[in-house]
């Protein structure tokens, strides 16, 4: 069975930090495009981070760019997301997704599309 679990969302001041995990069971994380999508009510996600293959470097929203890194371990088929300097433009719900390919910008998912494999999400919450 396919699961990807997100955690470590939660409610944090503007300035702090914040590390995602998102642990992957059912495939391999080198076996498709991963990366981490956040969504906000009333709009369709958009990437926030993703990375074509494990040998590749991130790609990162400019929006994060700076602040959020994205990184994985293997042995243990888990991804985290690392935010630092939050923002409260950076409340939303946070998604890990795979897919081959994982379109990781703005605008290509409409409503009810979604990457083939899709997380259940973690609030963040970054109050002003």
């Known amino acids: 069975e396919v699961q990807l679990v997100e955690s470590g969302g939660g409610l944090v001041q503007a300035g702090g930090s914040l590390r995602l995990s998102c642990v992957v069971s059912?495939?391999?994380?080198?076996?498709?495009?991963v990366g981490w999508f956040r969504q906000v009510p009333g709009k369709e996600p958009e990437g926030a981070s993703c990375v074509s293959t494990m040998r590749g470097s991130p790609y990162y929203a400019d929006s994060v760019k700076g602040r959020f890194t994205f990184s994985w371990d293997n042995a243990k088929n888990t991804m985290y997301l690392e935010m630092n300097n939050l923002k409260p433009e950076d409340t939303g719900v946070y998604y890990c997704?795979?897919?081959?390919?994982?379109?990781?910008?703005?605008?290509?998912?409409?409503?009810?599309?979604?990457?083939?494999?899709w997380g259940q999400g973690t609030q963040v919450t970054v109050s002003s």
């Open positions: 059912g495939f391999s994380l080198e076996d498709y495009a």
């Open positions: 997704a795979a897919d081959s390919p994982l379109y990781c910008y703005a605008g290509h998912y409409g409503p009810g599309e979604r990457p083939h494999f």
